[in-house]
């Protein structure tokens, strides 16, 4: 029984794309849980991804490649879970802030969030601080995360974070930053409520971020 | 954190690596035709009777007892009949380094009086137990491919000193050995302990164990002790790395060509010698040939010059068809601190682009008075990087990547493709010690500096690697000979 989920394990691992989404139908042929698919299939790989790319042993391609896989198997799995599963480990907006056309960071955090089990819905570059207000009350994430990568585009972080206020909805979602020039000290002083060094601190970050949501 | 990539054996300066020579093919002519000058005009010291009278008997011009003048066609004769490729096995006798033209090498150097304790700090001198250490650093270490003690074992008694550290050295490591010796007896004795573990004389002879190192006296003199040992090397077919240690300046001229030309002189001689003492004789030639520095006097292991000076000896080597013996990896610095660095990057650089064969004296901290494991491991991370640039570039339709531009085009990017997972490992190096991380990933590791990882790399290797040992019946047959050796100069 339980070796086809440690096939769809190892599948990820490896970043086979057409092999995991395979695997999972095989495993749901097999009338294994989608639940049990979803936390001790895909989740757990990618926790094991996680940790040997923190270690050195894997490098950002590779955990690309297993995020994708990871990605397209939850596609399969989505209409099977519950509605509060369905988003995984949560749901992120993701964008790169007006005057910046910077993508390939920001694409990436993205992946390795869902690589992590979020939901991402990415709003792209050059992102309005209007259009992030309209895509949080579209979307209602968990988080709105925003991308630069120029000193000059930083700030607009900060109007972004005073249009949520503005149109009161900046207690129903939290604020994580990123991008070469950011800082932590940045992140207080614009009231951002988390910040991520480069992409894996930002999925630690953003996990923090839910679990933060749930307790409050 | 593993490496992406290892090389096995490399070749340099052939189609599709990075191309570089110091010399023209004129000027390579005219230092040779120096040497050969100085052997005719100049003569060479040469202090044992059997040499001098072999070198008369076929042509040599004696004047005194010991000064000989050696006419250039024996200089051609020897050239023609040393060989231009010799190979060197490990203790189980797999031939893993082919020395022949542009195949480079790297080991470390010998003979270091002191060592910084990797635990203590303290500065002492080199003990048994710290060459055992130097063995277990080297066996671990990917980019290191010969062994040369780093230290002179100082424990044990001075006129057998040898014996005991070729124990030290065989017992944690199987990487092949270069040896030094006090005399023709050291060495007889250490080629028995070598014939004992690769399993007799003949095995030896097939796949040889070690090479010898001995050096002539600058300027233009061959000591007792080193003619024993060329001798013996020339009879035995053990493989001999006869090696000038001139400063430009002090025991040579200040001239880079001047010291070349000497240099070369005496290589020369040495090398016919052993060529009449045994035609074939494998002998690879090289020499330190560096400045003196004229503010402290220092025999520089630092200086840039002696870089230059041994990619010089290289150009020279390939025209004549002999094996090099180079240098790189050392310093004048104390510690290893930001001078060690910036020295061994610069003359690992310069050595492997050059294309030596045995490149050595890695580990040397204070122009040699020194040997640092720190040094050594800092060594094994820079040699990574040098390789990676030696390697060059490939260049195929596959790797101008064109159709990966189209599917990408403007805006996209290449992480998710295929082609970038596929050639990453190859085309990437990929630090180990260097780090690239960003500020706040550097301050949670505590903020490491490059030694203070470097240090925790020594060890770790000495808490966690395992070489594979010697076997416990050899070991105490190896014992026996050491024990011998140190009767026979009344000594326990």
Redesign the interface.
């Given at each position: 029984m339980s070796t086809i989920v440690e096939t769809i394990r190892e599948e990820i691992i490896s970043?086979n794309v057409e092999e995991s989404i395979r695997a999972v139908k095989e495993a749901l042929q097999r009338k294994i849980p989608p639940e049990k698919i979803l936390n001790d299939g895909l989740l757990l790989a990618m926790e094991r991804v996680g940790s040997r790319f923190q270690?050195?042993?894997i490098?950002?391609?590779?955990v690309?490649?297993s995020a994708?896989a990871m990605h397209e198997s939850m596609d399969i799995l989505r209409p099977l879970l519950a509605p509060s599963q369905s988003t995984g480990a949560g749901c992120v907006v993701i964008g790169t802030v007006l005057g910046d056309?910077h993508?390939?960071g920001k694409?990436?955090v993205g992946?390795m969030l869902e690589g992590a089990g979020f939901t991402v819905v990415d709003l792209g570059v050059e992102v309005s601080p209007d259009a992030f207000v309209k895509a949080v009350t579209e979307y209602q994430p968990h988080i709105l995360a925003m991308a630069s990568l120029l000193t000059t585009t930083m700030t607009n972080m900060g109007v972004t974070i005073e249009a949520l206020t503005k149109a009161g909805l900046r207690d129903k979602v939290k604020v994580l930053i990123g991008g070469a020039p950011v800082t932590?000290g940045f992140a207080e002083e614009i009231g951002a409520d988390g910040y991520g060094?480069?992409a894996s601190?930002g999925v630690d970050a953003a996990k923090a971020l839910v679990r933060k949501l749930a307790d409050e | 954190m593993k490496e992406a990539h290892v090389e096995k054996s490399m070749r340099v300066n052939v189609e599709g690596t990075t191309q570089f020579r110091v010399l023209s093919k004129h000027q390579v002519e005219e230092i040779v035709s120096s040497a050969m000058e100085i052997l005719e005009r100049v003569g060479v010291q040469v202090n044992d009777e059997a040499p001098v009278k072999m070198l008369e008997e076929r042509g040599a011009r004696i004047e005194g007892k010991t000064l000989v003048r050696i006419p250039s066609s024996l200089v051609q004769a020897a050239l023609q009949s040393a060989p231009s490729r010799i190979v060197l096995a490990n203790r189980d006798g797999e031939r893993n380094l082919v020395l022949e033209k542009n195949r480079i090498y790297f080991g470390t150097g010998s003979d270091c009086p002191n060592v910084i304790d990797p635990y203590t700090d303290a500065l002492r001198p080199c003990l048994f137990d710290d060459v055992l250490r130097v063995s277990k650093v080297v066996d671990a270490l990917d980019h290191i491919d010969f062994f040369m003690s780093l230290g002179l074992v100082s424990d044990v008694p001075r006129m057998t000193y040898d014996r005991h550290q070729f124990l030290a050295m065989a017992a944690n490591t199987t990487k092949p050995l270069i040896i030094t010796c006090v005399d023709g007896t050291g060495l007889s004795d250490q080629y028995q302990m070598a014939c004992l573990i690769v399993g007799g004389e003949e095995k030896f002879q097939a796949n040889p164990y070690f090479a010898v190192y001995a050096e002539p006296s600058s300027p233009l003199m061959h000591s007792k002790e080193a003619l024993e040992k060329l001798t013996f090397a020339a009879e035995r077919r053990i493989p001999l790395i006869y090696t000038p240690c001139p400063s430009a300046g002090a025991t040579a001229p200040v001239t880079m060509a001047g010291i070349l030309s000497q240099g070369l002189a005496e290589t020369f001689s040495g090398l016919v010698i052993s060529q009449l003492k045994r035609e074939g004789a494998p002998f690879i030639m090289g020499g330190v040939h560096t400045v003196l520095d004229m503010r402290t006097a220092t025999y520089s292991y630092g200086a840039p010059e002696l870089s230059l000076l041994s990619a010089c000896m290289t150009d020279i080597s390939k025209t004549l068809n002999l094996p090099m013996f180079s240098t790189g990896g050392c310093s004048d610095a104390k510690v290893l601190d930001e001078q060690a660095a910036s020295e061994a990057a610069v003359s690992l650089l310069t050595a492997g682009l050059s294309g030596a064969n045995l490149i050595h004296d890695i580990g040397f901290l204070e122009s040699g008075l020194l040997g640092s494991l720190d040094m050594l491991v800092l060594c094994d991370e820079v040699i990574s990087m040098v390789k990676r640039i030696l390697r060059g570039i490939r260049v195929t339709g596959d790797t101008l990547a064109v159709d990966v531009v189209a599917k990408v085009g403007p805006g996209g990017h290449f992480i998710g493709e295929d082609h970038t997972r596929r050639y990453l490992k190859a085309e990437h190096w990929l630090p180990r010690l260097m780090d690239r991380t960003n500020r706040e990933a550097w301050e949670r590791g505590e903020a490491k500096t490059l030694s203070r990882r470097v240090r925790e790399r020594v060890i770790d290797i000495l808490e966690h690697h395992d070489p594979p040992p010697l076997e416990k019946r050899l070991l105490s047959e190896l014992e026996m000979v050491v024990a011998q050796a140190d009767e026979r100069y009344g000594v326990k």
């Open positions: 970043g270690e050195g042993e490098f950002i391609p590779d690309f490649f994708r056309i993508d390939i694409r990436l992946t932590r060094s480069d601190t | -």
